[in-house]
């Protein structure tokens, strides 16, 4: 099946600084990606869908200045944390879809935490 | 708006025990449904799908079958293992109104040996 990649897995920063994470779709060209937030023991939250070449489309209480989305080709989005604070901490699900189909691609994740 | 709904959890089972893992959902239009399977702190990995009434999905001895008149797609396997201690997500996506999933809340499953 297709394979998604996240970088990093793991990441610790400091509140105030910034992080980006990278989704990638290692066999197959995504149109859409989307963003997920996990927080412990719960489900997961869309933050926000991204089309190749297009600005992000956010989710209702989602900041867009604080979460940054990029999809620049149709490999690669990335997700940068601005001015994190102790609450961004969360595990981040990315997921890319390469056709109209129904199906996604999950990556493993990426468990940022901000101390 | 669409939603999916789970029972809820934790559920824990003696090994070789048999498991169902209610879902029921509501959609607008015609949806494609799924279960999801998360093993600890990992991300989310596709166990089955089917996509349209009367189709059963089947994985690693799970099964599942769309249920149009219930509006229901119940995850059961047989015999479970220690292995499977996980957490089950439910969830559907429908074509049209984009491509978004919505996903059940998660039911974290432990099984004893």
């Known amino acids: 099946g297709a394979v998604v990649s996240q970088h990093p897995s793991r990441v610790i920063c400091k509140s105030g600084t910034s992080v980006k994470i990278e989704c990638r779709s290692l066999?197959?060209?995504?149109?859409?990606m989307f963003w997920y937030r996990q927080f412990p023991k719960q489900s997961l939250m869309l933050m926000a869908t991204?089309?190749?070449?297009?600005?992000?489309?956010?989710e209702q209480g989602v900041e867009k200045d604080k979460f940054l989305i990029n999809h620049a080709s149709l490999t690669l989005s990335t997700l940068t944390v601005t001015s994190a604070h102790p609450e961004d901490s969360s595990f981040y699900i990315c997921?890319?879809?390469?056709?109209?189909?129904?199906?996604?691609?999950f990556g493993p994740g990426t468990r940022l935490t901000v101390t | 708006g669409d939603s999916v709904t789970q029972m809820e959890g934790p559920v824990t089972l003696s090994e070789e025990a048999f498991l169902t893992i209610n879902c029921t959902y509501t959609?607008?239009?015609?949806?494609?449904l799924f279960w999801y399977v998360q093993y600890p702190g990992e991300g989310l990995q596709l166990l089955l799908k089917?996509?349209?009434?009367?189709d059963k999905g089947s994985n690693k001895g799970f099964e599942a079958t769309y249920r149009k008149e219930t509006t229901s797609f119940h995850l059961e396997k047989g015999s479970v293992q220690v292995s499977d201690s996980a957490v089950y997500f439910c969830?559907?996506?429908?074509?049209?109104?984009?491509?978004?999933?919505?996903f059940g809340p998660g039911t974290r499953l432990s099984v004893l040996p």
């Open positions: 997921s890319a879809s390469g056709d109209r189909a129904r199906e996604q691609y």
């Open positions: 066999d197959f060209q995504a149109t859409t």
């Open positions: 991204s089309n190749e070449g297009s600005k992000a489309t956010y």
């Open positions: 959609a607008t239009g015609y949806p494609s």
């Open positions: 089917a996509t349209k009434a009367d």
């Open positions: 969830a559907l996506s429908v074509m049209g109104y984009g491509q978004n999933f919505v």
